[in-house]
């Protein structure tokens, strides 16, 4: 069984990066095709270390564990809920609002059809 941490598809990720990087560059310099190995792009010593568990990559600092506090979890969320707004009197619509609908459907920028 594969053990699953937090970084595990992004030190996959990056490793092959790197090799298809490599490889690209080691194209670019060559004069003949025939001069460039493909090992670099035999993935099955990252596969075996991968099954076996033994796979380990240090990636660099850009890539950062995101953790979720309870702020962020708020932000999720969305704004605050509050009370009911107030309705003015013999209104039955909120003080602040427009009469038929959401302030987003009073849109006067929308073209007239023919």
Do not use: W
Not at 50 to 72: E, I, N, R, Y
């Amino acid at each position: 069984m594969i053990a699953i941490n937090a970084t595990l598809i992004a030190q996959i990720l990056y490793t092959i990066d790197n090799r298809i990087q490599l490889y690209l560059s080691y194209i670019r310099r060559a004069n003949d095709l025939e001069e460039v190995s493909d090992s670099i792009t035999n993935f099955t010593p990252m596969v075996n270390d991968l099954v076996l568990g033994q796979l380990h990559v240090v990636l660099p600092a850009t890539f950062t564990c995101s953790t979720v506090t309870k702020d962020d979890e708020n932000e999720l969320n969305g704004p605050p809920r509050g009370k009911r707004r107030k309705k003015a009197a013999g209104s039955s619509t909120p003080i602040g609002e427009i009469e038929g609908g959401d302030r987003r459907d009073n849109n006067n920028n929308i073209p007239v059809e023919f």
